[in-house]
């Protein structure tokens, strides 16, 4: 299985970038998939995840109504577009995929059993 992340760079504040994840090697639509950051010093922490179908999307207070993830199954790849981007979205950006059955989708790590590589986002003030 292989996720490789794509689409991160500098931007400036309230600027904007579009991230990809593109998968190979597991049946994709089968799976949740999500993006986690991870700041220096600090741990990974769940940004947006979406459901199988694109049935329910989750994402985090942090970034909720300036993200947007999406899924296309048939290219087996998912998006993260950010907007109005902050200093603090600084991190490096990971995608994630798994395979668990809970209503909405998880938003720990633990529950995520593929990992892309990560992507870095620098958002400058």
């Known amino acids: 299985v292989q996720l490789q992340a794509s689409g991160g760079g500098l931007a400036q504040a309230g600027g904007s970038l579009r991230l990809s994840c593109a998968a190979s090697g597991l049946t994709f639509s089968s799976y949740v998939m999500a993006w986690f950051r991870q700041a220096p010093g600090k741990e990974r922490e769940f940004v947006a995840a979406?459901?199988?179908?694109?049935?329910?999307?989750l994402y985090a207070d942090s970034v909720q109504g300036r993200f947007t993830i999406s899924r296309d199954d048939a290219k087996k790849t998912v998006d993260l577009q950010m907007n109005s981007l902050k200093p603090e979205d600084t991190a490096v950006y990971y995608c994630?995929?798994?395979?668990?059955?809970?209503?909405?989708?998880?938003?720990?790590?633990?529950?995520?059993?593929?990992w892309g590589q990560g992507t870095q986002v620098t958002v400058s003030s």
């Open positions: 994630a995929a798994g395979n668990h059955f809970s209503y909405t989708p998880a938003s720990t790590p633990e529950e995520y059993t593929y």
């Open positions: 979406i459901k199988r179908s694109a049935s329910i999307l």
